[in-house]
């Protein structure tokens, strides 16, 4: 345990220097399925590979189901009971987390990679302060143990980073407004000075100015931190807000990443052009918006070839049968697609 | 905090009046009377008359109502019929720290074993153990009481002569003591009274520890202090400890039985509670954290798995009268319950309303006690209550 913390402290002494090259976190070929009761699997995660350079954020953006979470769950193994990795490595800083037995994973949990979950609102544990359980987390991974001063000291730096009045710390989650209960989540995944966060639909519930808010929040501590950051959400519009990385998820499968500007610009695979057709923009022409037609494919039985064949609008015999590999159109920008050149420049639905 | 029990003592009064009220309008409306039951007829009438008038009987039912329940809160509940000329309060004075004893161990055991092993059972879900152990759990809770005790005792007393058939001490032995019953009974009270401090005293100097380790030494520091300061009490008293022992006897079988009786329902609520509470976000969150399994288990779900137990515990507070009034006279144990059953039967009406009387007041008092502590266990409603 002293060792991987002593690892740490000169990862990010040298983070600007000889280490800056070697992403953070490196996924390689991930493959996870849930399997039913009574036999059965549902593909929830197929091949995924992406990389993370140190102190940058990244967006997996997709439709409810493409597993996004699930990726989520397997990076700190918690993934539910069911979830089985067939196939693939997790590389943390170089250390692969799907090797790790539980007690390894449990002690890296927090100080490797913290996670700012879905739905803060439930987050906190009713009958405890909130600073009682951020302080759990430094009871459990600080090394030696912060006494009660330090640990309060802590607190209210992290209270005062997200904004938070540090007179708060003695109260109970249910005297916090949800923004603040979200903040102080946030403020919680930085107890450990984790290597990574993931933010798992981080301001979903929250109203849309509080929403914005949070984003800032955010995108300020990642920069003054330096953090790296794995953002999920369904709503592309706080994806392309606050991440320099994006991954869109269909079914499962990366089917498009790349660096969020770029793939807004110029939209490669018909998927990721068709969901940024359907969303409005406040700065772009106006147009009339086409929606997405169709539902996202059962994952217990999905269709061969490419999985989003049965929506594209370019789907050809090729696309029904093989599966399209993931491959550069530009460096640093990939899709999944037979037809990389068949997406228009422009978004459908017609200019008004 | 003191305004809030400063509010529910006054709640507390003005609903007991209403029971005692009832209560006694309730005893009022069944047939016969002192006349019918306890007066010879063979006495004249004006001497009867006189009786009735000296008991204050001759009224009319509400100026009787009135001077009973102004009485009761002056502490004068009226003279038994049955045991002329003790007053009532006396004989219920004899009775009452019995059936508290009784029911206290019972409760304390009861809902501790169905806590732990409720705990325990959702969180290693599934398997032989689990299955079994509920199953179990259920046919004692619906089992048909009386029968169960009756069972018991033809186990443990008659067959396999482990412990005494029924009473609170054994006539023979007590022949020319020097001690009465009650002295003893209340000797043996306090040493536990004095225990029991102790192990609260180590409970809430654990809770204000900031330590892992210290908070374990302050528990176990009060668990040893309270069994040597027990030890001691009775090592002191060398005469009357082997007519203490005699007590202690006699009541492990009652509490065994009233235990697992009560435990089954416990353990099923605080098992459906728990399997409840693992499913919320932050029993997630708290395996995201790293805390270690046994500390989610104990410190995250159970905690808050407590809350609905603790209510089920008001909720279950009317066994303290129809379950008494049972074990009391399975086990010809001489508490409150087997009082009121005979004062009942007996129609000594002063005795029977005394009785009932003073088990709606331990029923109140075991009221705002869990109030206090539903308080201070959950943070949410502690914050109503205007702290």
Redo the contacts between chains.
Sequence with gaps: MTDTRMDTAEGRLGDSNSHAEAPILEVNNLVMNYELKGGGMVSAVEGVNFNLPRGSSMGLVGESGCGKTSIALTLIQLAAGNARVLDGEVLLDGIDLLKLDEEEMRQRRWTDVSMVFQGAMNSWNPVYTVGEQIRETMDIHWDPKPTAAEARAKTEELFNLVGINPEMIDRYPHEFSGGMKQRAVIAMALACDPKLIIADEPTTALDVIVQEQILEELKKIQHELGMSIIYISHDIAVIAEITDLIGVMYAGKLVEQGPTAEVFKRPRHPYTWLILSSTPSITGDRRQLAPLKGEPPNLLDPPPGCRFHPRCPYATEKCMQEEPPLAEVEPGHSIACWHPESVPVTLAGSTE | MLKFIAKRLVQMAFLFFLFLSLVFFLLQAQPGDITSQFLDPTIPAEVQALLLERLGLDGSIWSQWWAYVTNFFTGNLGVSFSQYPKEVIDVIAERIPRTLFLFTFATIFAYGLGFVLGKRLAWRRGGFGEASITVSGVLLYTIFYPWFAILMILLFSSSLGWFPISGFLTPEFWRGAPFTGNEVFGQLLLSFTISAAFIIGGLILASRS?E?PQQRMFRRAGYIVAALAFVLFWALRTEMRPFAVDIIHHTVLPVITLTLIAFAGTMLLTRSSMLETLK???I?????????DKDIRDH?AA??ALLPVVTSFILGLAFIIGGGVVTETVFGWPGIGSLLLQATVIEDVPLATGALGFIGILALMAHLLVDILYSV????VR?QTGN
């Excluded at chain 2, 997630?284 to 270690?292: F, I």
């Excluded at chain 2, 266990?377 to 949410?380: K, N, T």
């Design positions: 900031e892992r919320e976000d932050y997630l969150t708290a395996r995201a954290k790293g805390v270690p995250h905690r808050n266990l959950d943070p949410r914050v």
